[in-house]
Every structure is written in structure tokens, then in C-alpha cells.
């Protein structure tokens, strides 16, 4: 669950996957022992070339994977390149932003507030937060430390996160604006994915720390005592890192570098940066029931906290995977996995998607990473892998999951030239453009600017400095918006126009940032 222009082919996915196989040779009836061999023989005679035609099929630049099995590091390698036209490789070293794999740190951390007695899950928000408010009071009053964390707050899933994703609003400011987020669905009823959510969990750790930020405490708990010297808590000065993969997307075009996101203002929700030779340590500390080398980390009772369900995500059969259920606990999926307890999270920013898996009753442990958020091969490879290692029979994934994608790709494309061919009639606005220059106004994102430019609108984001808009004429009152930011998407942006004056414009982005669109309204 997860961010951005990859989500589209996700949702299909996950919709899909509430069931059927991977890329393991068939396998006959066999015992338990002899199945770890069929694991390892697609690891060792089979992935490299898997892998390899996976990034030509779906225009992946780069990928690192990491496998963990029965307490070692089976393998821990990269694929293909930090950058188009440049030489140098991924490797086990590269950085990748990880986003929402960030989640099950925060509640790790936590639940281990909880095991030492400072908190419990159960204490209203508030206790923590005196000023937090969601939308209905009742609702204030009622939401614990664990509601924050099992997405319980009746919000429709990234609600919000237009507004706060890469934004230049503070933590503080985020959690002042969750109450103006509507809920769509009653409260603790449904699931609805929340990052502001998640960053208000976050943000009661300095409230019980003694001032200890969330980045700190999960510095000193977790990555110092696990040996994760190459994960930073922050996405701040990425670019400038050494070994650090780009960011892609051929969501709206062809594949193109993007801006690296800036998070930290959700950091408990998104903001970590890591690479496969780290998250291997972190795989192996979660099948060792919090141990590193036989070394006690953390208390067996704290992982096992985070793994409780907390929230029922589905209770029915999938169609695509071998699963019956899924649930969410404290930042982590669990599901049954052809009769395996499978715990994962996947994560997803502009340009990249990743995913973290372990199965403990196997002492199997998966993390891919990766720098195009545009495709499902990161899945793909996760579940070939949990196929092989797990006994299922052949199926190539990657393909699979390609012909599912290919109705939604075909459509993007598709609305894009219409989009495209309307424009191209060169039509004349029914007002000149500068009637619809001006400053318009959100309730929760804040006020946007409208200028005329030449032959074309541009669009400038009180909240986003570095993003901006051009919107071409297309008919009536729609202009087709296109972002500097092309993870953000190409959409028609429609005026409202009443007695010849301008009152509002409507603009929606990727429904992988957020699905409605604002309605701004002219100040």
C-alpha cells in the first residue's frame, strides 16, 4: 500500500491478489525438507535471468534483491544501473528510498515503548498529543496509539496526501490539518491507508522519550544495534549521497528521471532510506525472534506485538494469489501464503517501489527494491520467490502480472491522447486568459496561484515550491494539466464559471498520491 504513480497497477494487483502461483520449476509432491531446494535452486540457476528480463519487460533501470533463509544471506545483489546512461551498477550498497517499509519501524519502536511501560496502544492520542483533533469530536476523544497505527480513522486511503506528501508543511502542520480530513467511512470500521496517521504515531515518541525524536529513537533502538550503518532515517540530502539509485517513471511517457521526494515532515510513515545489505540484517533480526547473531536486540514479546492483528484488511479468496486473508497489525500485512503465515509491507515514492517479506515458519526472508515506480515487477519477484521456496507450481509472475497491467496501461494511454487531440484543435478559451488568473483556495491544501503565460496557464503551489502546472486549452472549461512533477500525472483541470467571472478550479493528481480531486476556490 503505497505510494504514486505505481499504484494504479498496484490497486489492480492488490484487488486481484485478494489468489494463484511463481517462477520455481514445477515441483512434484514432495516433504518439507526438500522444499528449501527448490528455493534455492531458482536463487542460484534461475534468478539472475529472471531478474534480467523483468527490467527489459518493464523498463526497470535498476533493482537490488536480498534473500535470507534459515539464518543466512542466501543472496544480496544488484541489477542494472543507478542511472540511464551511466555506467555505474547497482550493487547490495545502493540506496533506494524504501517510504511506507519505513512503517514497521515505527511500530517496533513503538511497541517497545509499550514493553518498557512508558505507553500503551491503547492510550487515547491525546494523552500524547493534547492538540490533535480529527474531524468528528467523538472520534478525538476515542482514537488510541493503536487506531493512529492500524489505519482506523475512516479516511479514504492517501486522503490527505496531496496536501502532505513532499510538501513544505511541518510535522506540526500536518497533524494540525488532519481534522479538516473528512472521514468517508465510520470510525474503526473500515481500513483506510493514513501516512498522517502514522506520523502522528510517530510523533508521540519525543512525548514519551523525554524529547527523543521518532528518527533518533528508532536510530538507537533499531539500526545501531542491528549493524544498519548504510540506512538513513531521513531523505534530506539524498541526492548528494554516493551510492544512490534515481528515480524513474514511464507512467506518462517515456521513462524519465524525477525529483527525489522530500518526507521528512511524514518521516515515521516514509521518510527511510536503505539498501539490501542493511534489510537483509533487518530480515534476519525478524525471523530470530529479535535476535542478531544470537545476540538479544529486542524482546521476542515486541515483534510479536507488531505482527497481532490489528486491522482486518480481507477475508476473501484471491483470484491471483495462494491467500485467504489478509490483515494489518503494526506497519506490516500478514496474509497465509499456500498455507504459510506471511508477513510484508511494501513502500512506494516517486520514481521507486520496494517491498520487505519474512516468513518466519520457513526462515525465509525477501526485500526488492527498486527505481521506476511505474510496474509491478517488484511483486512479481517477491511472490516467484515465495513460490519457489514455498512449493508452489511454475507460473511466471512477471508476466502474469504484465497482462493484467496492460487493460490500465492501455487506458492511461488512451485518456492521454484525448486529452492530447483536444488540445491539438486549438481551440479558443471562452474568456480571455487572464479572467482566469488569480489566487484560488483549498480548505486543507491551502491557497494555489493562476497565471497567464503566453498561450497558457501555469499553475504555482503555495505548499510545493518546486512543483508547478501548464494547463493548455482544451474546450469549454477544461485545460489539460500538465506537471512539472510527472509523477503527479496529466489530467483535464475544469473551471467553474458563473455569470463570466472565474469562482473555482478543479485539479486532481496520480490517484496514487491521492484519488478525489481539489476544488479550489478563487479568493
Known amino acids: 500500500m503505497h505510494r504514486f504513480v505505481f499504484r494504479r497497477l498496484l490497486g489492480a494487483l492488490c484487488s486481484a491478489a485478494l489468489g494463484s502461483a511463481f517462477f520455481a520449476a514445477p515441483a512434484p509432491a514432495q516433504t518439507a525438507p526438500a522444499r528449501p531446494t527448490a ?95 480529527l474531524y468528528d469530536p467523538v472520534s478525538t476523544q476515542l482514537v488510541t496509539v493503536r487506531d493512529l497505527l492500524g489505519h482506523h480513522l475512516g479516511t479514504k486511503t492517501f486522503q490527505g496526501d496531496f496536501t502532505f506528501w513532499s510538501s513544505d508543511l511541518s510535522r506540526e502542520e500536518i497533524l494540525q490539518r488532519v481534522r479538516l480530513l473528512k472521514p468517508t467511512a465510520p470510525f474503526r470500521q473500515d481500513y483506510g491507508y493514513c501516512n498522517a496517521g502514522f506520523l502522528a504515531a510517530g510523533q508521540i515518541i519525543p512525548a514519551v522519550t523525554g524529547g527523543t525524536t521518532w528518527e533518533a529513537y528508532v536510530e538507537q533502538t533499531l539500526l545501531k544495534p542491528l549493524g544498519m550503518t548504510n540506512t538513513s532515517m531521513l531523505t534530506a540530502g539524498v541526492a548528494q549521497r554516493p551510492n544512490v539509485a534515481l528515480p524513474y517513471s514511464n507512467a506518462y511517457g517515456p521513462l524519465a528521471v524525477l525529483p527525489y521526494d522530500q518526507v521528512d515532515n511524514l518521516g515515521p510513515a516514509a521518510s527511510m532510506v536503505s539498501c539490501v545489505n542493511d534489510l537483509g540484517k533487518w530480515l534476519q533480526f525478524q525471523l530470530d525472534s529479535g535476535k542478531v547473531q544470537g545476540r538479544r536486540v529486542l524482546p521476542w514479546a515486541t515483534l510479536r506485538r507488531t505482527r497481532d492483528v490489528n486491522t482486518a484488511v480481507s477475508a476473501r479468496k484471491s483470484a491471483l494469489l495462494p491467500e485467504h486473508f489478509r490483515t494489518y497489525g503494526l506497519g506490516v500485512f500478514a496474509a497465509d501464503y499456500n498455507g504459510r503465515q506471511v508477513f510484508w509491507h511494501t513502500g512506494g515514492a516517486n520514481g521507486f517501489v520496494s517491498n520487505t517479506c519474512f516468513v518466519p515458519e520457513e526462515g525465509l526472508g525477501i526485500a526488492v527494491l527498486t527505481n521506476q515506480d511505474n510496474q509491478s515487477f517488484f511483486e512479481a519477484l517477491r511472490y516467484q520467490l515465495l513460490d519457489a521456496y514455498l512449493g508452489m507450481p511454475y507460473t511466471d509472475r512477471s508476466r502474469q502480472l504484465w497482462q493484467r497491467g496492460a487493460p490500465s496501461r492501455a487506458d492511461t494511454r488512451a485518456d492521454i491522447e484525448k486529452l492530447n487531440a483536444r488540445v491539438a484543435k486549438k481551440a479558443k478559451p471562452e474568456l480571455p486568459l487572464k479572467a482566469y488568473a488569480g489566487q484560488y483556495t483549498h480548505p486543507l491544501y491551502g491557497p494555489i496561484t493562476v497565471e497567464a503565460q503566453g498561450k497558457q496557464l501555469v499553475v504555482r503551489f503555495s505548499h510545493h515550491p518546486a512543483l508547478t502546472a501548464s494547463l493548455a486549452y482544451m474546450d469549454g472549461q477544461q485545460f489539460r494539466t500538465t506537471y512539472s512533477n510527472l509523477a503527479y500525472g496529466i489530467f483535464p483541470a475544469t473551471f467553474t464559471v458563473e455569470g463570466g467571472q472565474v469562482k473555482a478550479v478543479e485539479l486532481r493528481v496520480n490517484d496514487g498520491i491521492e484519488q478525489d480531486p481539489y476544488v479550489f476556490v478563487r479568493g
Open 39 to 133: 528455493g534455492a535452486r531458482f536463487v542460484a540457476d534461475s534468478l539472475d535471468q529472471y531478474v534480467q528480463r523483468g527490467l527489459r519487460l518493464w523498463q526497470i533501470p535498476g533493482l537490488a534483491v536480498v534473500v535470507v533463509k534459515d539464518g543466512q544471506v542466501v543472496v544480496s545483489k544488484g541489477f542494472g544501473v543507478r542511472a540511464v546512461g551511466r555506467p555505474e551498477p547497482v550493487d547490495a550498497n545502493t540506496q533506494f528510498l524504501i517510504a511506507s517499509n519505513s512503517k514497521l519501524f515505527t511500530g517496533t519502536a513503538l511497541a517497545q515503548l509499550e514493553q518498557d511501560k512508558k505507553l500503551s496502544l491503547n492510550d487515547p492520542a491525546t494523552k500524547y498529543l493534547p492538540g490533535f483533533q
